[in-house]
């Protein structure tokens, strides 16, 4: 879920909606780089003050602690990504087109993202993990469960799906790429993981017709 997630423009575009100052902004985007890259609880307010040639002083200015930090962040995350669902429901040309486009803004996602985030967030901040589970069962689920709908209606996938089973399938297919024990990072790449599991998804479900739509999508598995 999942493209611009976590995007620098994208990140300073909806930090500048939330009103932060240009300073509160580049720590919670330093702090992103960082978290996306070595995981969350390996990094130290030192680490951010030396990644942004800042004093720590700097940091403690505007959040008190790196819980808050993270907490605000990920805010701006799960909002951005709010957003960029919604924006690629009005583009898409039909269900097809938009899991694909989906699974486009994912693979973006995982290419600058450590998966020991969301074992990190789980573990050690349960309060902003609540809140991203919040969003998954909420609009993760309801963008999938609303894309199978459309696509019985198209004829596109079959109709004898069980949409709510069918639409938590999907979901828990998302999470468990992101799974180091079961695909560990030295042995898969975590993208061909994902383009895997959608494959095997959406031939399980589409008709003929939709069938013949796949072929006219190509996804990166770099």
Do not use: C
Request: proline fraction near 2%; charged fraction near 25%; aromatic fraction near 12%.
């Amino acid at each position: 879920m999942f493209g611009n997630f976590g995007n620098e423009n994208s990140f300073h575009s909806f930090a500048a909606q939330m009103k932060l100052t240009s300073t509160e902004d580049r720590i919670l985007n330093g702090a992103r780089e960082l978290f996306f890259k070595q995981g969350i609880r390996s990094i130290t307010m030192d680490d951010i003050a030396e990644h942004l040639a800042i004093s720590k002083k700097t940091i403690y200015t505007h959040y008190k602690d790196k819980d808050l930090i993270v907490k605000s962040m990920f805010h701006i995350l799960i909002e951005q990504e709010h957003e960029r669902m919604h924006q690629i429901r009005k583009i898409s040309e039909n269900p097809i087109d938009e899991i694909m486009r989906l699974m486009e803004h994912l693979g973006s996602f995982i290419s600058q993202f450590n998966p020991a985030v969301f074992y990190d967030l789980q573990k050690f901040y349960p309060l902003v993990w609540a809140e991203f589970r919040v969003f998954r069962e909420k609009e993760v689920m309801g963008f999938v469960e609303d894309n199978l709908r459309k696509g019985v209606k198209l004829e596109l996938y079959r109709k004898e799906i069980k949409i709510k089973i069918i639409a938590r399938l999907r979901i828990e297919m998302i999470y468990l790429g992101f799974d180091t024990d079961v695909f560990p990072i030295n042995q898969y790449n975590h993208a061909q993981v994902q383009v895997a599991l959608l494959d095997h998804f959406l031939h399980g479900i589409v008709t003929l017709k939709g069938n013949k739509m796949i072929s006219k999508y190509t996804l990166n598995t770099k």
